[in-house]
T-cell receptor
């Protein structure tokens, strides 16, 4: 079974530039999550999709971050314009549903450096 | 607000030792608690999930316990091996600001020395 795919693996940009990350969840998984993990910290949820609808985006900085999940499969997370404090690993995860004991499967992440 | 804390931030032990990683959380109204492993440059892998009604879960050399009333969990690793070197994160699932969320601790970076 293929896992959660993310690209690119690494990205280096200058502040005020734009960047986009892509995620392809496990086939059949209805729920998709984007997490931000700053060095030395645990992952923080940015946005959760159920199929192509947003379930929770309360911690997404909407003035600069946007995400979409067209057709309820692949997802793209965009940052425009980037700030130095956006340097982090961006993790995508997916699960079959939203049950309390739902197991999350994580991708390897995209490591973003903003200079 | 749910806060999850893991102490110590880093731990280094010789191969073969038994060890305990600690996790504490501030709000005991949780559905479950999970322990994850994260290898450098990789995503997270779920190790164990303990429901709020359970006291412990075991998988191979790993044993996780949960004391919901005191807001604590421990991950016990028996007969540690160099391959156990990784960052271990705990996460609690519960209702936060009206939504079901998974809240992570900052992790314990474990190094097993041959």
């Amino acid at each position: 079974e293929a896992g959660v795919a993310q690209s690119p693996r690494y990205k280096i940009i200058e502040k005020r530039q734009s960047v986009a990350f892509w995620c392809n969840p496990i086939s059949g998984h209805a729920t998709l999550y984007w997490y931000q993990q700053i060095l030395g910290q645990g992952p923080k949820l940015l946005i959760q999709f159920q199929n192509n609808g947003v379930v929770d985006d309360s911690q997404l900085p909407k003035d600069r971050f946007s995400a979409e999940r067209l057709k309820g499969v692949d997802s793209t997370l965009k940052i425009q314009p980037a700030k130095l404090e956006d340097s982090a690993v961006y993790l995508c995860a997916s699960s079959l549903g939203v049950g309390r004991s739902e197991k999350l499967f994580f991708g390897s992440g995209t490591q973003l450096s903003v200079l | 607000k749910q806060e999850v804390t893991q102490i110590p931030a880093a731990l280094s032990v010789p191969e073969g030792e038994n060890l305990v990683l600690n996790c504490s959380f501030t709000d005991s109204a949780i559905y479950n608690l999970q322990w994850f492993r994260q290898d450098p440059g990789k995503g997270l892998t779920s190790l164990l999930l303990i429901q709020s009604s359970q006291r412990e879960q075991t998988s191979g050399r790993l044993n996780a316990s949960l004391d919901k009333s005191s807001g604590r969990s421990t991950l016990y690793i028996a007969a540690s091996q160099p391959g156990d070197s990784a960052t271990y994160l705990c996460a609690v699932r519960g209702i936060i600001q009206g939504a079901q969320k998974l809240v992570f601790g900052q992790g314990t970076r474990l190094t097993i020395n041959p």
